[in-house]
């Protein structure tokens, strides 16, 4: 019979960080080729996405053919993966990044290619025999245990993890990055996977982000080193949101500790979509040691009726990365972030910096507070100054 704790052990594979990288799914959907994938991997190198800490070029649904081979064993599309994956992985692993494939835990993919049900240790040893570093595992097409929380679910889930450890680090010894969609069964994943989606797909609008900045806040205390709950790929650059929404977009992931993976055509980014996918002051904070998820440590109107929020987290040096939001889209609002609200280890005058402008705005003691434009934000580090703690 199952049980609680036969779930409640770690999953063990070496992985403590959200994932950087990138995925083929909200730019190339089904459509995706051998050669997108190539361009993509050496876009990586040119547009410095590699050199900012990005490293995985993931291939989304569709890379298979409709069909397993005679030996029971998933296999590529012929027509657009002609050369094949192992080459494929060849090819990315040359320019120093990560593959990673996708599979779901179904009988069919959500794009009704096989899927991975009951062929579970099988599949596994095919990834790691292609060097897959990295697996998105998917929640739909014909599943035999259904979409509810069961344990026989859960149990299906965990069998292609132990199955990706087994064949990844402890066979090949190139561990699998093991990132799944789950829906409402957060409680295990924590100690199943590495990652897991809770929301509905993305798209490219505000209500978009906002939403999944919603759902994904509901699980923020699962959230821990080798384990992040999955706010979906970026729909930075897919042209549809202004500059300033993009912004906290990525503001929104890198406070969540969410895997930052880029969903737009790499090989056709502006310098200004680069600029945000690569700021080093909000990726600091997504790749944080602690791991920790941003929290709602705050919320009000303006006179104007603008909706604002502050989140924080805290960092591993002491710190306290802070976002404030503007959710609305009529107002500026006054915001601020209450450093006793905020869990801010509370200083004489804390030093308040811009993460993403590098920019010192001054010293605080209780709070800070800025004027936030409509559907902007404001991230900052709030650091303990070389002065002594304030004790009262
Ligand atoms: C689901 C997933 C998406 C994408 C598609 C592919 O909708 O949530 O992220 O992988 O399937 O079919």
């Not at 965990?158 to 799944?180: K, V």
Request: a negative charge; aromatic letters at 8%.
């Amino acid at each position: 019979m199952f049980t609680l704790a036969a779930a409640a052990v770690a999953l063990d594979n070496g992985f403590r960080l959200p994932q950087l990288g990138w995925n083929s799914w909200n730019h190339f959907g089904c459509g995706v080729t051998e050669q997108d994938i190539k361009d993509t991997a050496d876009a990586f190198v040119a547009t410095g996405m590699k050199a900012a800490g990005y490293a995985c070029v993931n291939v989304d649904d569709c890379w298979m053919a409709m069909n397993r081979s005679a030996d029971g064993k998933l296999t590529h599309d012929p027509v657009r993966f002609p050369s094949g994956m192992k080459a494929l992985s060849k090819y990315v692993h040359e320019r120093g990044l990560k593959f990673g494939l996708y599979s779901a835990r179904c009988g069919h993919t959500c794009q009704g290619r096989p899927g991975s049900e009951d062929h579970e240790w099988t599949d596994a040893q095919t990834f790691a025999s292609w060097d897959v570093d990295y697996l998105k595992y998917d929640n739909c097409g014909s599943c035999k245990y259904g979409y509810s929380n069961t344990p026989a679910k859960v149990m299906q889930v965990t069998r292609m993890g132990d199955a990706l450890r087994r064949w990844g680090a402890e066979g090949s010894g190139r561990p699998i990055f093991y990132s799944t969609e789950m829906g409402g069964e957060q409680l295990f994943n924590a100690d199943i996977c590495n990652s897991a989606r809770e929301g509905s797909d993305i798209t490219a609008s505000w209500e978009s982000v906002l939403y999944e900045l919603d759902v994904g806040s509901e699980y923020a205390d699962l959230a821990k080193p080798g384990y992040h709950n999955d706010f979906d790929m970026l729909e930075v650059g897919n042209g549809r949101l202004t500059q300033q929404e993009e912004e906290a977009h990525m503001a929104i992931w890198c406070l969540m500790s969410s895997p930052l993976l880029a969903g737009n055509n790499l090989t056709a980014a502006t310098p200004e979509v680069v600029k945000i996918l690569t700021a080093p002051g909000p990726i600091s904070v997504n790749q944080d040691e602690l791991a920790l998820q941003g929290r709602l440590c705050g919320q009000g109107t303006d006179g104007a009726g603008g909706v604002w929020q502050a989140w924080a987290k805290p960092l591993a040096d002491g710190a306290t990365a802070a976002l404030l939001l503007n959710r609305n889209a009529s107002a500026e609002v006054n915001a601020s972030v209450d450093f006793r609200a905020c869990n801010v280890s509370r200083h004489a005058a804390s030093v308040v910096t811009d993460l993403w402008s590098a920019a010192t705005l001054g010293s605080y003691t209780s709070s800070w507070s800025a004027v936030v434009p409509p559907h902007s934000h404001r991230l900052v580090k709030i650091a303990p100054p070389a002065a002594p703690l304030v004790l009262a």
